[in-house]
């Protein structure tokens, strides 16, 4: 089973292609919690200044330097070391789409400034955050969300940005190098670069789709957060890192992530007598530390844990 690749090249609602495009890009979203998109978001040149100079160059520094990316929100949101038999570690830098939170991050490693750097990141998050408001406007607005929900649902975003490496994974773990999961965010766009990682599991978990790295799609998988706002419609993707070929990879994310204090609820269009409710309102900092805490690693569906209505609705009774 493969997922099917959507062709968004130089696509824009005035094109004829935009609405069947649409209606690809929102059956795979329920279908799938995923898209693979062909985009122009990045070229070559972006690509090969990304992953082939500034991310090798960023993960050879040595650990003190790296430990200084943080946060003064929350740890999380910095610096992931390898934890224990998981060669994995990763870069989180809040605000990206603000020139100076990538300067920031910047001047951790190269306090002189790297122009190149700065440069390649700010090009990166401007053309991912066009393609993802393109793919969220799509999945909303093929769902029969109204214009003002959209808008007023962009109102409670922010975006961050992650730079991850795996190392060779152990031959015990089968190539495996992140573990099932879904994402506490509303979106992820994961762009991979010629090692092939990603897995997503098919809906009705009978097993794992392999997403190809291919030099012109990006991934677009839904979280959590996305399935509180769409009642469920759409559901977060769960997915995992598995290099069969046992080699070092790169991969770089865009999240798409709830600002500080938001309360997020279904859209109302989204609910209906045919789509009763399914979660309540989640507040975003709560839900944060929930899903970092011990006891939600353990549960296989920690959203359904945390607001589902059934489950809730159950214990307060
Ligand atoms: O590297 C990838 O392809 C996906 C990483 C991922 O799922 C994550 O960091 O949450
Ligand atoms: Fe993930």
């Known amino acids: 089973m493969a997922i099917p690749k959507v062709d968004l090249c130089r696509l824009d609602p005035s094109s004829p292609g ?15 919690g995923c898209v693979v998109v062909a985009c122009d978001a990045l070229g070559a040149e972006l690509r090969r200044a990304l992953f082939e100079r500034c991310m090798p160059e960023l993960f050879e520094f040595p650990a003190e330097t790296k430990q200084r990316n943080v946060s003064a929100d929350s740890a999380l949101r910095g610096y992931v070391g390898k934890l224990p038999g998981l060669d994995f570690e990763s870069f989180n ?17 190269w306090p002189h400034g790297n122009p190149e750097f700065c440069d390649t990141v700010i ?27 959209i808008a007023a ?87 995992r890192v598995k290099t069969a070929s046992n080699r070092e990879r790169f991969s770089v994310l865009f999240t798409v992530v ?3 204090g938001a309360v997020l ?4 269009e989204l609910v209906d007598p045919d789509h009763p409710l399914m979660y ?31 489950k809730s609705g159950s214990s307060t009774e």
């Open 265 to 268: 609820s279904a859209m109302d």
């Open 258 to 260: 709830a600002k500080n």
């Open 18 to 32: 935009w609405a069947s495009a649409r209606a690809t890009v929102t059956v795979s979203m329920v279908e799938h």
């Open 93 to 109: 830098v809040a605000e990206i789409t603000e020139p100076r939170s990538v300067r920031d991050f910047s001047s951790i490693f």
């Open 153 to 239: 649902h962009r109102q409670t975003l922010t975006h961050s940005l992650r730079l991850s490496h795996y190392g060779v994974p152990e031959e015990s773990k089968m190539g495996v190098t992140l573990p099932r999961h879904t994402d506490p965010s509303f979106t992820t766009a994961i762009v991979q670069h010629e090692v092939e990682g990603l897995e997503v599991q098919a809906k009705d978990g009978s097993c794992w789709i392999t997403i190809p790295p291919e030099a012109d799609t990006i991934t677009i998988i839904a979280g959590d957060l996305l399935t509180v706002v769409t009642n469920g419609r759409v559901p977060a993707c769960v997915h």
């Open 280 to 310: 309540n309102p989640l507040k975003i900092d709560e839900y944060m530390l929930f899903r970092y805490s011990e006891e939600a690693f353990k549960l296989s569906d920690p959203l359904e844990e945390f607001c589902g209505v059934h």
């Open 123 to 149: 090009s990166f998050v401007s053309n991912l955050l066009e393609l993802e408001h393109t793919v969220e406007k799509m999945t909303l607005e093929g769902l029969g969300v109204r214009e003002e929900t």
